[in-house]
């Protein structure tokens, strides 16, 4: 009986260890609720959010630059990752609020040619 017992306890610290290792594994954090209004809201407005993240993100990167000088070589980015989606990874930027991995690839490319940094992953 004690065997069954700690058999049973080994596969449900395995199950629950695999479960922390995929979402710790995920370029999604576990928590994070797309914004709704992703569905519905037009290619420009989401090449507009797209911009705005960069610049945040690329002020943080690049500490003592500010958001405004960054405004053109993210605008520059915006505009390049979201021209090079396809309808499919458009859409899968709708439903989850991230870049899928072909777009993540897109996204970097565009990061080059605009002369920006990457993120570190």
């Known amino acids: 009986m004690t065997s069954i017992v700690r058999t049973l306890l080994v596969a449900a610290s395995v199950t629950l260890g695999a479960t922390g290792a995929f979402a710790a594994a995920?370029?999604?954090?576990?928590?994070?609720?797309?914004?709704?209004?992703?569905?519905?809201?037009?290619?420009?407005?989401l090449r507009a959010r797209v911009s705005q993240a960069c610049t945040i993100?690329?002020?943080?990167?690049?500490?003592?630059?500010?958001?405004?000088s960054?405004?053109?070589?993210?605008?520059?980015?915006?505009?390049?990752?979201?021209?090079?989606?396809?309808?499919d990874e458009l859409q899968a930027y709708r439903d989850t609020g991230v870049f899928n991995d072909a777009a993540r690839a897109k996204a970097l490319t565009a990061l080059d040619a605009c002369k920006l940094p990457r993120p570190q992953i």
């Open 26 to 45: 995920s370029n999604t954090p576990t928590q994070y609720q797309p914004d709704p209004a992703l569905k519905t809201e037009t290619v420009p407005q």
């Open 57 to 68: 993100i690329q002020a943080k990167l690049q500490s003592g630059v500010s958001e405004a």
């Open 70 to 87: 960054l405004s053109r070589p993210c605008d520059c980015y915006a505009g390049r990752t979201m021209r090079s989606l396809s309808a």
